[in-house]
């Protein structure tokens, strides 16, 4: 069964705060594989915000 648009969202949020969180430590610790995996979150959060929205769209 597919997922609903309001469950893209919230995965989506939840990717970019766990990305945030992700690249904040690896800018701290100055790890920049980290980082660079923060940042990856974030964008992976920010595609299923969109996929999330488009759903919204085709309703």
């Known amino acids: 069964m ?3 648009s309001s469950q893209d969202k919230a995965e ?3 990717d970019k705060v766990k990305g945030r969180a992700k690249e904040s430590g690896g800018a701290l610790t ?3 594989d980290k980082k660079a995996e923060g940042k990856a979150d974030q964008d992976k ?3 299923k915000e969109k996929k999330g929205a488009a759903k919204d769209l085709l309703k």
Do not use: E, R, V
Request: hydrophobic share 25%; charged share 25%; net charge positive.
């Open 2 to 4: 597919p997922k609903k």
């Open 45 to 47: 959060g920010t595609l």
């Open 12 to 14: 989506g949020a939840m």
């Open 30 to 32: 100055g790890n920049k």
